[in-house]
């Protein structure tokens, strides 16, 4: 809870972010459309409710105090933090029910979204907004609804529901190939090897399940999220690991190729993951049960039958 003495004016919290931005109290005048003056008087009576100078005078500029660096720091997160919340509001206005999800940045953009059309015919009017998250987080903390996640079926406070599971292959360029030589299995330990960064040990272990020696399989250029590492592998710049599920534009345009067949099987699977809190929402509720439809639809059919957890509560 908030307590309403130790808030300045909002002019003074402004003044102040803008000249500590700009280094200069001429420059936020002109940006906040003042004159010099009161900006250096809400400045002034900012330090004076403090208790502290926020700024050394060094001739024409200003300087931050070690005081004035840490406000202005804490003081711009605070300011994000109202201004993302007014943005929220804004959006809310007028329209109807909002589902906000937290998804895995290339899960969203090359197998979600693209069946979103399908879930906005059955809940129109609903309006969908994604935000990227790749680590767990504290549903109560944060704005959303629901989460993708990857991994074990584990998130404190939460129901996990499978969605589906990961076929990890080798692939790279058709031009690649050629140009390295590449006919054996053996003949992928001296290759340009192209790592998902939070992956870092995926190699090695393709390389130990093909039984396969490869004493430098962690070498090679890192890539933050899975649409990068397969873009850098189909520009050619070398071998990329991959859940097959993720590119198969890719594959169907001959852009990458799947140089062997056997793929890393893991025990980490994707979920759609429900707050405790959002057990009793009608709209997460039917958002939950589309998408473990979707997935049950899209997982290849046969023999082999996929790993399916029931669904649990971590507390």
Known sequence: MFRREFLPSMGQLMAFE????????????????????????????????????????VRQRVVLTDAGRVYAAELRAGLETLSNATQHAMTMGGIGEVLNLAV????????????????AALQPGVTVNFASRTEPFDFAREPFDAAIHFGADFWPGASCDYLLGESVVPVCSPEFKRRSGIHTREDLAGQCLLHQSSRPMQWAEWFEQVRIAA??????????QFAMLAEAAANGLGVALVPRFLVEEELASDRLIVLFREALITQRAYYVVVPETGAENRLV???????????????????????????????
């Not at 090359?110 to 979103?116: A, E, K, N, S, T």
């Not at 004493?215 to 933050?224: K, V």
């Not at 039917?286 to 082999?304: I, K, S």
């Open 285 to 315: 509720l039917a958002f939950r049960d589309w998408l473990v439809g979707e997935a049950a639809a899209a997982r290849p059919r046969g023999p082999a039958k996929s790993r399916e957890p029931a669904a649990t509560v971590v507390r």
């Open 104 to 119: 895995l940045p290339t899960f969203g953009t090359r197998w979600l979204i693209p069946r979103m059309r399908r879930f």
């Open 18 to 57: 803008s000249a500590a931005r700009h280094a200069s109290v001429s420059r936020a005048a002109q940006e906040l459309h003042l004159t010099q003056s009161a900006i250096s008087r809400q400045i002034k009576l900012l330090e004076d409710q403090l208790g502290t100078a926020l700024f050394h005078r």
């Open 215 to 224: 004493p430098h399989a962690m070498r090679g250029p890192r890539f933050e």
